[in-house]
């Protein structure tokens, strides 16, 4: 018999084994948990981070949505055949300050999913290194990202505190 708590462990279980695999395999999905604060989302996640490594634990992830873009998207390229957690997504502030957030979640999941990242060029026009995630992201908020498309390059888990009510 399969509960909601169970899909969701199971749900979280499956990428961590899945993430070693992006190199050979390409991961185009990431796991996303939204929920009210006090859901266990960020418990959860610092579990499935813990397959990673020892030192981490709900207070230290590699990554929090308060990081700059190329931040976030050098860790993620560091991140190698693992799971890496961004933490935090929660849309506050004037509407330009919910807008970014939401285009940063977008450039990152999509990135993730295409294996692309943003081109860079230096004062001379020389190519720099473009950084693009390659491993499998994860990430939690009290919202879920915006649009259609990107959307569907993530596995969302809705959380309620104590109870996990629904997976889509």
Request: glycine share 8%; charged share 30%; hydrophobic share 35%.
């Amino acid at each position: 018999f399969l509960t909601k708590g169970r899909l969701v462990g199971y749900v979280q279980l499956a990428c961590v084994y899945r993430a070693p695999t992006a190199e050979c395999c390409d991961v185009d999905v990431s796991i996303f948990k939204a929920g009210a604060t006090g859901s266990q989302k960020t418990e959860t996640d610092s579990i499935a981070q813990a397959h990673f490594g020892a030192d981490f634990d709900s207070r230290s992830f590699p990554a929090a949505w308060e990081d700059t873009d190329t931040d976030i998207e050098i860790k993620a390229h560091r991140a190698k055949d693992s799971m890496m957690v961004i933490d935090d997504f929660k849309p506050k502030g004037g509407a330009n300050d919910i807008n970014r957030l939401h285009g940063k979640a977008d450039r990152i999941f999509r990135g993730a999913a295409n294996k692309q990242g943003r081109g860079r060029r230096t004062s001379t026009l020389k190519e720099r290194t473009t950084y693009y995630p390659r491993g499998l992201l994860a990430s939690s908020g009290e919202d879920i990202p915006k649009g259609a498309s990107l959307k569907a390059r993530l596995i969302i888990l809705e959380m309620n505190r104590g109870v996990w009510i629904s997976v889509f």
